[in-house]
């Protein structure tokens, strides 16, 4: 995990910007949220949090916010060390799952809150409101009341609401979780494009891989209040450190002793010594993919990813009896957590 | 949609909603408006405007209003408590509220005279004095505010407090500007019913007050001594008076809530 790339950046978040998080520990009674948690985030870079639910991702980003307080460890924002700081005195912009909008605001006021704390004049802050509506495409929108915005707006509102007094991170919880399909697609394409205007140093929070890996330049992959494994979003998927991130970033499959990607599988209809005899379940056409699911003699299922040409030149149907081969497959040691081979 | 009475059967169901109410609610009030223009309209104004009338009226509306100020203070605190604090015997405490309502106002009254009353073990005597009056009512009015404020401070979305504090809002500045306007339509609302509850109050007054015209008798007292005396058409009067008022109050309250859901909530 230690790589040089890891070195590097750590080393660049002292320097500059950049959050850096060192030993965190976080209890709630008995429940360890978060477990002796170490992590190095670039400055101007756009982290994923990657976790299943309860990994202590949300915990971690409350902790860097300010909202929760660390038992053990530090947080450094921008090399200054703010564990003791009150979440109102770091300068943090925070973005909740659930908008968090003030209800009895306008969009207007809603983004002007954190003007108005500071103090600024009221020309001023009709400018930079203007701004960041433009920025976050609700011109028009400015007299709404929140229950008259959809969820996406919402948070497009909540985002500029948190970028309105100049962040020096911004954070954000799960932001697109409460929005169905369609529009979570567009916001994260958007989000992409408005950090690469905005260029905060950003940490987001999510359980959907997908998401993490088109979002993030660095992901951060969390389990059992640990971290995992922090990379680049190829480097977790083809060089996962444990199963769990073999597993948890990208489909995966075991197959005996070892884990395989569904389209790193070869299938033949003639056994050569080195493939296991299945059973073809069903063929699912998914345009131009096409999903072979298969059970193995031990009763075993797993689903095979082929183009339609090479279903097509394989004649594949449901009920053949074919012969598997991964092409490239890993192993990990008996506990799960460091790759034992590769093949 | 919902479930709907079968083709036919909603003019009937219509039909016995609307009886009901009007035997239960609108033929008895209509009496009472009636009754009270008995002898004309002349006759109502007369009624109205005797000074005991007058009197035990000023008295029972600035006492109701200044109970409910003090409700509205006190109610959203006790509420606060009850939803944010975590204390041994909350629960306790919580279903106290709701004693002064269900306690028979009557035993309210006597419950206080024991109490403030003339061998009152506290050494503190209020008997035949305004602080009576304003204690009764206090005492009849505590659930208003506290059960209308609770579900709504409970329902608080506690993000909304968290991401004041993230863009800086001090914890003084939070409740002012984040807490305090989602609360107001709930302390307005129980205040509201609590006025209204104040100004026909009888039961809880009756033994603390000694209904000394001109002090300390308030005006469902005095209806009751106008009919005593069998001045049916005085009684009827300040009745009606207390009528339009608290009809004026729910109507307010409606419409402030029909304003409201206009923009908020959801």
């Not at chain 1, 083809?238 to 970033?249: H, I, K, L, N, T």
Request: one cysteine or more; glycine letters at 8%.
């Amino acid at each position: 995990m230690s790589t040089s790339a890891d070195e590097f950046a750590k080393v660049a978040a002292k320097a500059s910007g950049g959050i850096n998080v060192t030993g965190v520990t976080k209890r709630f009674g008995d429940f360890v949220a978060l477990d002796d948690v170490s992590i190095d985030v670039p400055d101007g870079g756009l982290t994923a949090l990657l976790g299943p639910s309860g990994s202590g991702k949300s915990t971690l980003l409350r902790v860097i916010a300010g909202l929760e307080q660390p038992d053990e460890g530090q947080v450094l924002i921008s090399g200054e060390n703010t564990t003791d700081r009150r979440v109102q005195d770091r300068n943090v912009g925070f973005v909740f799952q659930h908008y968090a909008a003030f209800k009895h605001m306008t969009v207007f006021d809603n983004i002007a809150f954190g003007l108005k704390i500071r103090g600024q004049g009221t020309g001023k802050i009709r400018e930079r409101v203007k701004q960041l509506i433009e920025l976050v495409h609700l011109q028009g929108f400015e007299k709404r009341f929140p229950n008259q915005l959809s969820g996406g707006q919402r948070q497009r509102m909540a985002l500029a609401r948190a970028l309105a007094v100049e962040p020096k991170v911004l954070l954000l919880d799960e932001p697109f979780g409460a929005l169905d399909a369609k529009v979570r697609q567009e916001l994260r394409t958007w989000l992409r494009h408005l950090h690469d205007d905005v260029h905060v140093t950003t940490i987001f929070v999510t359980h959907d891989q997908e998401e993490a890996m088109e979002v993030a330049e660095q992901i951060i992959v969390m389990n059992d209040g640990r971290v995992e494994q922090s990379g680049g979003p190829r480097d977790l998927y083809e060089d996962p450190a444990s199963e769990f991130v073999m597993g948890f970033v990208g489909p995966a499959h075991r197959l005996g002793e070892s884990w395989v990607r569904p389209h790193d599988v070869e299938i033949r209809h003639e056994p050569n010594g080195k493939t296991i005899e299945a059973l073809i379940d069903r063929v699912v056409h998914l345009g131009f993919e096409v999903r072979v699911e298969l059970t193995l003699q031990d009763g075993e299922t797993f689903s095979v990813q082929l183009t339609r040409e090479q279903v097509d030149e394989l004649e594949l149907k449901d009920g053949q009896i074919v012969f598997v081969r991964p092409k490239s497959s890993r192993t990990f040691s008996p506990d799960g957590t460091v790759p034992a081979t590769v093949a | 949609m919902g479930l709907r009475a079968p083709f036919g059967g909603e003019v009937l169901v219509r039909g016995t909603v609307l009886m009901w109410l009007s035997i239960i609610v609108l033929i008895p009030l209509g009496a009472v408006v009636f009754r009270s223009f008995d002898e004309g309209a002349g006759a109502f104004w007369e009624a109205i405007s005797e000074p005991e009338a007058v009197a035990a009226i000023k008295l029972t509306v600035i006492t109701s209003l200044v109970i409910v100020v003090i409700n509205a203070l006190m109610g959203t605190l006790i509420a606060w408590v009850l939803v944010r604090d975590e204390f041994p015997g909350k629960r306790i405490v919580n279903s106290i509220i709701d004693l002064p309502f269900a306690l028979p106002t009557i035993v309210a009254g006597l419950t206080l005279l024991a109490l403030y009353g003339n061998d009152s073990p506290i050494g503190v005597n209020v008997t035949y004095t305004k602080v009576a009056v304003g204690l009764a009512l206090l005492f009849v009015t505590l659930p208003f505010v506290v059960r209308a404020v609770q579900p709504v401070l409970h329902e608080l979305d506690e993000e909304m407090e968290e991401a004041a504090a993230s863009l800086g809002a001090s914890n003084f500045r939070i409740f002012r500007s984040i807490i305090l306007p989602n609360l107001t339509p709930a302390i307005i609302a129980g205040c509201a019913l609590a006025f209204a509850r104040a100004i026909g109050e009888f039961g809880s007054l009756v033994l603390i007050t000694g209904n000394i015209p001109f002090d300390t008798q308030v005006a469902s007292v005095y209806i009751f001594g106008r009919i005593e005396s069998d001045n049916t058409t005085a009684a009827a009067a300040v009745a009606v008076f207390l009528l339009v008022l608290s009809v004026v109050i729910l109507f307010a309250l409606n419409l402030f809530g029909r304003w409201r859901s206009r923009h908020e909530r959801g």
